[in-house]
């Protein structure tokens, strides 16, 4: 058995596992992979992954839930169309590769992007406090957890304008208030099952009141949520396991049981990393993040030494991003305490050598 830290797609539950393979063999007699999106048994799966999406967060009446697929990375473009006004101005927040992406997307379908507060200073290493949340544009955006840096937001940006954000490396691993959003989505591969679906979290309020010149069919929230994701075929097999992931999930205590389990993870792992001679945090500690724990060698000419050490003890996925470096341990929620002590044992392993 292996000990995934990888950043994406994620771990899942063993049992989730299994019972998606058991029912790629057989679901009501067919394989899952075969079925019908239209047909009843699958109509009931989609109801019910919405419906626990819902109970999951304490997602409040006024909500729809949609799952659709294009990744977060369509969701870059679906946002921005669907939340521009006559302004056709937003305030963004770049905190990393993925806020960039967004940024880049929402002007490339005509919006023009106040980037209001910005880490790119020090390569995204922190992230910005103090800025002014502009009251001049037609809605704020940012990105809850920086998956690549390993920064989360503690705190959200307070505004009256609609408030968009990407959650898709730590939605369902903490507590948050749904009614503080316009708009949430995220690409189902980080925290909550296969990748191929992207779930939003959508305001009703908010639907169909787009100033974009253009609304191709699919990127309208407003029709998706019409047809109950179901405007063509959705991803029915990422649809199936989340829906595996979120049964799961609840019955394992729900949200605020794995925001507990994914902060001992965090500081079980931070302890060592500042404890250790040997390695050293790669961003201020204050803005570190409990999903995505990036670190560093003190002597990187012992890398190859390191690496060969947690790939004796069955660790993959652990090297960092090509644009960071170093080392990156994601611990969404399925990852095992024990994993991570495994990794902290080797960790003093090597620095005791
Ligand atoms: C992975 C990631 C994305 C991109 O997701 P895709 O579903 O691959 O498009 C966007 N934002 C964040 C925060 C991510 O972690």
């Given at each position: 058995?292996k000990?995934?830290?990888?950043?994406g797609?994620?771990?899942?539950?063993?049992?989730?596992?299994?019972?998606?393979?058991?029912?790629?063999?057989?679901?009501?007699?067919?394989?899952?992979?075969?079925?019908?999106?239209r047909?009843?048994?699958?109509v009931?799966?989609?109801?019910?992954?919405?419906?626990?999406?819902?109970?999951?967060?304490?997602?409040?009446?006024?909500?729809?839930?949609?799952?659709?697929?294009g990744?977060?990375?369509?969701?870059?473009t679906?946002?921005a169309?669907?939340?521009?006004?006559?302004?056709?101005?937003?305030?963004?927040?770049?905190?990393?590769t993925?806020?960039?992406?967004?940024?880049?997307?929402?002007?490339?379908?005509?919006?023009?992007?106040?980037?209001?507060?910005?880490?790119?200073?020090?390569?995204?290493?922190?992230?910005?406090?103090?800025?002014?949340?502009?009251?001049?544009?037609?809605?704020?955006?940012?990105?809850s957890?920086?998956?690549?840096?390993?920064?989360q937001?503690?705190?959200?940006?307070?505004?009256?304008?609609?408030?968009?954000?990407?959650?898709?490396?730590?939605?369902?691993?903490?507590?948050?208030?749904?009614?503080?959003?316009?708009?949430?989505?995220?690409?189902?591969?980080?925290?909550?099952?296969?990748?191929?679906?992207?779930?939003?979290?959508?305001k009703?309020?908010?639907?169909?009141?787009?100033?974009?010149?253009f609304?191709?069919?699919?990127?309208?929230?407003?029709?998706?949520?019409?047809?109950?994701?179901?405007?063509?075929?959705?991803?029915?097999?990422?649809?199936?396991?989340?829906?595996?992931?979120?049964?799961?999930?609840?019955?394992?205590?729900?949200?605020?049981?794995?925001e507990?389990?994914?902060?001992?993870?965090?500081?079980?792992?931070?302890?060592?990393?500042?404890?250790?001679?040997?390695?050293?945090?790669?961003?201020?500690?204050?803005?570190?993040?409990?999903?995505?724990?990036?670190?560093?060698?003190?002597?990187?000419?012992?890398?190859?030494?390191?690496?060969?050490?947690?790939?004796?003890?069955g660790?993959?996925?652990?090297?960092?991003?090509?644009?960071?470096?170093?080392?990156?341990?994601?611990?969404?929620?399925?990852?095992?305490?024990?994993?991570?002590?495994?990794?902290?044992?080797?960790?003093?392993?090597?620095?005791?050598?």
């Amino acid at each position: 058995m292996k000990h995934n830290f990888g950043a994406g797609p994620c771990i899942l539950p063993q049992e989730v596992f299994q019972q998606a393979a058991a029912a790629v063999i057989d679901f009501n007699g067919l394989s899952i992979l075969e079925v019908s999106h239209r047909h009843k048994d699958f109509v009931a799966v989609m109801d019910e992954a919405i419906a626990l999406v819902k109970e999951a967060l304490n997602v409040p009446k006024g909500y729809s839930v949609a799952f659709l697929q294009g990744g977060a990375s369509l969701g870059f473009t679906i946002v921005a169309l669907n939340l521009m006004r006559d302004k056709k101005k937003a305030g963004y927040i770049n905190t990393g590769t993925w806020a960039s992406a967004a940024i880049k997307e929402a002007k490339k379908v005509g919006v023009d992007v106040n980037v209001f507060a910005s880490s790119e200073d020090k390569n995204f290493t922190y992230l910005p406090k103090n800025y002014t949340v502009p009251t001049d544009v037609d809605y704020i955006h940012f990105t809850s957890n920086n998956t690549i840096f390993g920064t989360q937001f503690k705190e959200f940006p307070k505004t009256d304008l609609p408030l968009c954000c990407d959650m898709s490396s730590d939605i369902f691993s903490r507590v948050i208030n749904v009614a503080d959003f316009d708009i949430i989505y995220a690409g189902a591969q980080k925290n909550l099952g296969p990748a191929g679906a992207t779930l939003y979290i959508v305001k009703d309020e908010i639907l169909g009141k787009s100033s974009s010149p253009f609304m191709p069919t699919y990127l309208d929230l407003k029709q998706q949520i019409e047809k109950e994701s179901m405007l063509n075929t959705p991803p029915v097999f990422s649809v199936f396991v989340s829906m595996l992931n979120l049964r799961n999930l609840i019955a394992n205590g729900g949200v605020s049981e794995m925001e507990k389990r994914n902060s001992a993870k965090a500081k079980l792992l931070y302890d060592e990393i500042d404890s250790n001679p040997s390695f050293k945090g790669a961003v201020e500690v204050e803005d570190r993040s409990n999903m995505n724990i990036t670190f560093l060698l003190t002597d990187e000419s012992r890398a190859s030494e390191f690496d060969q050490m947690w790939k004796a003890a069955g660790i993959v996925g652990l090297p960092g991003h090509r644009s960071v470096g170093g080392y990156r341990a994601s611990i969404y929620n399925a990852l095992p305490i024990e994993s991570v002590q495994v990794l902290v044992n080797t960790m003093k392993e090597f620095s005791q050598k």
